[in-house]
């Protein structure tokens, strides 16, 4: 039985995590802009 | 043997340990919700009055204390549970601190739904403090493992996650709350029962997907420096023993105060710059300051750990004192001079040397006392964390009341508390200076060896 991790696994971890810190980033940045207005 | 014990999650041949950060992302993104628990804050004020606070609604001041509870339970569970932790492996304590948080959200749901502000106390505080504390340091000893050749990077990924965790929940947060309310009714239970659920599935694929290297492990084409470094130990001391170092004190202090100035100005960041600047910046202005002072704060966690694997953990601290030290110096003239743009650069480099204080620390103890029991002793040290969480708000908030009270106008108030803040990275700055390597007493030898085989039972 092969035990390695596929290349696939390792994006897709990244990306359950990645997607919900990217929206909150993008939320938290569209809401700095007034800072600047 | 069960699903959670640490022998079963001991990495096979072929595992990428790329994957471990996301596990560890899994669990800090989750738990870092606590900085934007003020978001509950104002809705939970009207819970009876709807529109505005009834007599009976809870005070602001009441509500402050949920998160204040569950920052001490934080620093409380993290020592006590640290052994625990490290001899139980990663998977169990994240387990267990996924239960925590969740349950902790549930109880508060049923203390909002019943409109008692105890059992909150209890439950986020409490309990949710202690999922907090276990969650925090589960994954840090098992990502330095995995990367022997860049602890800091390692570890800054995880933490930084502790500061992203704010901006997920925040905007999650105020959009569940409109979905469930209605003209009659403010949904913050019912969105504390989502916000569980939602952290216990994530904290659970953590868990489900972390694992540990098996003993002996190196990352390919590693090999460990010839002449180990002055102050990067290839040596392990016992946690207890840690606390009998001045190393550990003296670290202590350094966390302690650089946290202290950063989380002092943290809370007031959005009065300060409204203050400083009447006028010229709004409250939507400040709130948009706010956020993006927590964006430095997250990004300066993985940018500043990272960096401690280039030039030293100890240098790395040194640049936090000292830069730091000028800025909080020059945020008076940056008021003098009208200068906005100034005082937000000011903040934000400010800010991102507050959240890589938080990020390099981990890296630190494991050049002073080895891997073994790295997690545990950043158990016992985020006991600083805490103290610094009473200590900076009281500071910013009496010194600036002090001041006004005086009759020092509004934006002059913070003057004497920026030299203040300076004057404890002065503190900082020495201690971090008289850090030197672990005298070789401490070192584990076979009897400390058998003693912790021992403690472990």
Redesign the interface.
Known sequence: MNNGTSPAQVALAWVFVGIPLAWGVYKTITASLALFQ | MSFLDRERIVA?????R??VP??A??MH?CIGQAYAFSVFNLPMTKLIGITKSAPDDWKLTELGWIFSIAIVFLGLSAALFGRWVEESGPRKAMFTAGLCWTAGFLVSAVGVYTHQLWVIYLGYGVIGGIGLGIGYISPVSTLIRWFPDRPGMATGMAIM?FG?G???????SVFLMNHYSTPTHIGVAETFITLGAIYLCFTW?GAA?VRVPAPGWHPEGYVAPAVPKKLISTNDVYVYDALKTPQFWLIWWVLCLNVTAGIGVLGQASAMSQEMFPGR??P??????V??I??FNMLGRFFWASTSDLIGRKNTYYCFFLIGMVLYVLVPYTGNMGSVTLF?LCFLVILSMYGGGFATVPAYLKDMFGTRYVGAIHGLLLTAWSAAGVFGPVLVNYIREYQINRGVPKHDAYDETMYIMAGLLVIGLICNACVRAVHERHHMKNGNEAVAAAARG
């Open positions: 096979k041949p072929g595992f990428n790329w994957m996301p596990a992302l899994c993104l996650g992203g704010a901006f997920i929940a925040s905007p999650l694929v997907i910046v709004t939507a202005a400040a709130a948009g300051f956020g993006l927590s964006l937000v």
